[in-house]
C-alpha cells in the first residue's frame, strides 16, 4: 500500500514569491492534516480537513497561509507571500475514523525562504 | 502544550535495548499513550500505541505504568537505523483530538 505522498520535497523560493505544496493521502483516509515543523521541534497541527471540509484550521495564518483539499482527496497548502520565517519543513498526514485513527505522515517538504 | 516530558537525549549501544521514558501524570483515563519517530530528513513513523496494558509489535514493545503517569518504549536490540527522535503523546482517541508533539527524545544508537 503506497504512503502518504508529497511534492516536490524540497523548495527554495525568494521572500515575498508564492509557494505551493502538494499532499496525496493514503487510499480510503478521509481525514488529512498539514503540520508545519521547526528545525528541532515536533510537528505543530496547520490545518485537519474531514474529507473537503476544513474543521480545525485555528493554528493556520490565513492571512498569508491557504488550503484546499477539493473533492476530498488531493489537498494544496499555500502561501502567499512566503516571508523569511515560513523557512521549515511542511508535513501532510492522513488517518480513518473521522481523526480519531493513526496518523500516518509524508516524507514532508522542505522550504527555504531567501 | 505537550502533556508529557520526555528526556532530551539519550545514547544506546548498538545490540542493547533502548528504554525510552516518558512521564504523562496528568493523564486522563481515555487518553492513549502513542508513540511515533522521526528518522532525519523523514516525517514522523508510528511505532505503536495504548491504553492500559503492555502493547509489543514488530517494532517496539510499550510498558505503561499501573497508575498510567509513566511509559517506556523499548526497542529489544537497537541497531543504528534507530537513531532518530522518539515522541511520546497522549491523546483521546475520539473525533477532532488532535496528536500535540513535545520536541521528543533524540536517541542516538552508537557501534
Known amino acids: 500500500e503506497a504512503g502518504v505522498v508529497q511534492s516536490p520535497r524540497y523548495k527554495i523560493i525568494e521572500k515575498k514569491q508564492p509557494v505551493a505544496f502538494w499532499c496525496n493521502p493514503i487510499s480510503g483516509h478521509n481525514t488529512l492534516y498539514w503540520y508545519l515543523q521547526n528545525l528541532g521541534q515536533g510537528p505543530e497541527l496547520l490545518i485537519r480537513y474531514e474529507n473537503e471540509e476544513a474543521v480545525d484550521d485555528s493554528q493556520l495564518p490565513k492571512d498569508r497561509f491557504s488550503a484546499e483539499r477539493l473533492k476530498g482527496v488531493d489537498s494544496t497548502l499555500k502561501i502567499q507571500p512566503a516571508e523569511l520565517g515560513d523557512s521549515a519543513v511542511y508535513l501532510c498526514?492522513?488517518?480513518?475514523?473521522?481523526?480519531?485513527?493513526?496518523?500516518?505522515f509524508g516524507p514532508g517538504t522542505r522550504l527555504t525562504v531567501l | 502544550d505537550a502533556k508529557t516530558t520526555q528526556p532530551t537525549s539519550m545514547d544506546c549501544a548498538e545490540g542493547r535495548a533502548a528504554n525510552l521514558p516518558c512521564n504523562h501524570s496528568?493523564?486522563?483515563?481515555?487518553?492513549?499513550v502513542y508513540w511515533y519517530r522521526q528518522i532525519h530528513s523523514q516525517g514522523p513513523q508510528y511505532i505503536i500505541h495504548?491504553?492500559?496494558n503492555n502493547e509489543t509489535n514488530e517494532m517496539a514493545s510499550l510498558i505503561i505504568t499501573e497508575d498510567r503517569k509513566s511509559s517506556t518504549l523499548i526497542l529489544p536490540h537497537a541497531t543504528l537505523r534507530d537513531t532518530a527522535v522518539y515522541y511520546c503523546i497522549v491523546r483521546v482517541v475520539d473525533y477532532g483530538q488532535n496528536f500535540v508533539f513535545g520536541p521528543g527524545t533524540r536517541l542516538s544508537v552508537l557501534p
Open positions: 495504548g491504553l492500559k
Open positions: 498526514a492522513s488517518s480513518q475514523g473521522q481523526g480519531a485513527g493513526t496518523q500516518y
Open positions: 496528568t493523564i486522563s483515563g481515555n487518553e492513549y
